[in-house]
T-cell receptor, first 113, second 115 residues
């Protein structure tokens, strides 16, 4: 089964960029890379997904390594509302609804004011 | 567009009872997935329904079941409740096919406590 490796926790200051890393060395074929986050007392929230090239949306950017074995979620200017657990979903387990998402432990992001 | 809604938000049941949880997906979404979240096991996939058919199932005992109606609303049922079933039950909806199937939208969850 595809696995991901993320740091257990990271800390950043408000209004500074945050780079959340994820290793997914078993990625293969056309597996997409997905990120979700879960704010306190809420359900998970889709953040971004990508395949080969870097992706941007209103929430974040996703930088994908050339060999696709790692990716980095970038929050350009973190706010206190970005404090959450960030999940990098193992490629291959992210086939949308059909296969279900596999959530690991994620990275607990702490934002200091 | 309204988000995913789940009812009830909180529930307390006794061991041995059964419970039914409800989920209304985002309008136009045909796929509904259910997840269980506990402090020890994290988020775990229960099952997914698309057009009233169960497409996939996670590794949970048969006491956990679900169904989907023609309007895409879904229910999950847990029979013979055990203390270990105490958890946050999350429902997620998505379009279910094509590229957009990757984006799942989660509801706020139902907090089930079994005593």
């Amino acid at each position: 089964d595809a696995k991901t490796t993320q740091p257990n926790s990271m800390e950043s200051n408000e209004e500074e960029p945050v780079h959340l890393p994820c290793n997914h060395s078993t990625i293969s074929g056309t597996d997409y890379i997905h990120w979700y986050r879960q704010l306190p007392s809420q359900g998970p929230e889709y953040v971004i997904h990508g395949l080969t090239s870097n992706v941007n949306n209103r929430m974040a950017s996703l930088a994908i390594a050339e060999d696709r074995k790692s990716s980095t979620l970038i929050l350009h200017r973190a706010t206190l509302r970005d404090a959450a657990v960030y999940y990098c979903i193992p490629p291959g387990s992210s086939g949308g609804g059909a296969d279900g998402l596999t959530f690991g432990k994620g990275t607990h992001l702490i934002i200091q004011p | 567009k309204a988000g995913v809604t789940q009812t009830p938000r909180y529930l307390i049941k006794t061991r041995g009872q059964q419970v039914t949880l409800s989920c209304s997906p985002i309008s136009g979404h045909r796929s509904v997935s259910w997840y269980q979240q506990t402090p020890g096991q994290g988020l775990q996939f229960l099952f997914e329904y698309f057009s009233e058919t169960q497409r996939n199932k996670g590794n949970f005992p048969g006491r956990f079941s679900g169904r989907q109606f023609s309007n895409s609303r879904s229910e999950m049922n847990v029979s013979t409740l055990e203390l270990g079933d105490s958890a946050l039950y999350l429902c997620a909806s998505s379009l279910g096919d094509g590229l957009k199937l990757h984006e799942q939208y989660f509801g706020p969850g139902t907090r089930l406590t079994v005593t």
